[in-house]
């Protein structure tokens, strides 16, 4: 099972923008081709919740408070996954988790299917 590792969380005033970044870890020894990725997000006193995922070949599944706002990508070439976020608000500022798919080569897949997660890199919005 391939590792994951976040990077690219900070601190950002409402309506400003930020990219996170999700890769293999070097010491998985693997990489992200063929898996699915998901980010999540944990806010203070909350459960964790889904945000987005892709599958391996692009398509899509977004939750309806990020829709218009977040856009998640894939370099496969640079084995990476982007999350782009825009107009951030304070109910975006969250714990936020990159995790691969439990299977590979899947065209969809549950929100409940992604096992492997990173440690998480905080997102801060606030003025």
């Known amino acids: 099972q391939v590792q994951v590792v976040e990077s690219g969380g900070g601190y950002v005033q409402p309506g400003g923008s930020l990219r996170l970044s999700c890769a293999a870890s070097a010491a998985s020894g693997s990489t992200l081709s063929g898996y699915g990725v998901a980010w999540f997000r944990q806010a203070p006193g909350k459960e964790r919740e889904f945000v987005v995922s892709?599958?391996?070949?692009?398509?899509?599944d977004y939750t309806e408070s990020v829709k218009g706002r977040f856009t998640i990508s894939r370099d496969n070439a640079e084995n990476t996954v982007y999350l782009q976020m825009n107009s951030l608000s304070p109910e975006d500022t969250a714990v936020y988790y990159c995790?691969?798919?439990?299977?590979?080569?899947?065209?969809?897949?549950?929100?409940?299917?992604?096992?492997?997660w990173g440690q998480g890199t905080q997102v801060t919005v606030s003025s």
């Open positions: 995790a691969a798919s439990r299977r590979k080569w899947a065209t969809a897949y549950p929100r409940s299917d992604f096992g492997s």
């Open positions: 892709i599958t391996y070949n692009g398509n899509t």
